[in-house]
Every structure is written in structure tokens, then in C-alpha cells.
């Protein structure tokens, strides 16, 4: 599994944090960067170039809304994967947690 991990610090809200993520996972134009823009893209669609299987390592010194911006993002991820399992019997191995 691959893992990217990305330095957040500079990051002063969770909009910053949205562009951030999209350049990582190289979203195509036009992607959202609420949490749900990213499970679609990173869960159930096509949305972005990088390919599972991957873990996303969310580090640096983050300010308290983008940490709760990449927890709530991991935990929603979690409970796609769990949907997609029981939706369509199939995995998609995708994590973001943080460091």
C-alpha cells in the first residue's frame, strides 16, 4: 500500500486543507473539498488520479478545525468503505489518519 504523507501546518482552515488534499490526490477540475466531495472522489468514484491502495498521513502542527476537519474526514471514509462492502461486497483500500 502506498502511503503520502503531507505536512499540513500551514494550513489555516479546512478549505485550505480541501486544496491541499485535492492536489494530492490530484483531483481533476471542478472537485469539492467538503469531506463529502472527497469520500465520492477517494471512495466511490473517479474523481481523482491517484489510485488505491493508499494511506494519506496527515502531519505537521495543525490548528484545532483542520485536525477535526481530517478526523471527521477519516471516520466518514471509514463508514464509506463499510457501505461499499456491504452495497457492493467489494473494498476500496483508502485511510487518511493523522500522524
Same mark, same amino acid.
Given at each position: 500500500?502506498?502511503?503520502?504523507?503531507?505536512?499540513?501546518?500551514?494550513?489555516?482552515?479546512?478549505?485550505?486543507?480541501?486544496?491541499?488534499?485535492?492536489?494530492?490526490?490530484?483531483?481533476?477540475?471542478?472537485?469539492?473539498?467538503?469531506?463529502?466531495?472527497?469520500?465520492?472522489?477517494?471512495?466511490?468514484?473517479?474523481?481523482?488520479?491517484?489510485?488505491?491502495?493508499?494511506?494519506?498521513?496527515?502531519? #505537521?502542527?495543525?490548528?484545532? $478545525?483542520? &485536525?477535526?476537519?481530517?478526523? =471527521?474526514?477519516?471516520?466518514? @471514509? #471509514?463508514?464509506?468503505?463499510? $457501505?461499499? &462492502?456491504?452495497?457492493?461486497? =467489494?473494498?476500496?483500500?483508502? @485511510?487518511?489518519?493523522?500522524?
Amino acid at each position: 500500500m502506498k502511503t503520502v504523507e503531507i505536512d499540513a501546518s500551514a494550513c489555516r482552515n479546512p478549505k485550505e486543507f480541501g486544496r491541499l488534499l485535492q492536489d494530492v490526490i490530484q483531483a481533476i477540475p471542478g472537485h469539492g473539498s467538503s469531506i463529502e466531495a472527497f469520500v465520492d472522489s477517494m471512495v466511490f468514484g473517479t474523481m481523482s488520479e491517484l489510485s488505491p491502495p493508499y494511506t494519506i498521513v496527515v502531519a #505537521g502542527d495543525l490548528k484545532p $478545525e483542520v &485536525r477535526a476537519f481530517v478526523a =471527521d474526514l477519516s471516520n466518514a @471514509i #471509514g463508514q464509506a468503505r463499510l $457501505e461499499r &462492502r456491504t452495497r457492493r461486497g =467489494d473494498d476500496v483500500e483508502v @485511510i487518511v489518519k493523522l500522524a
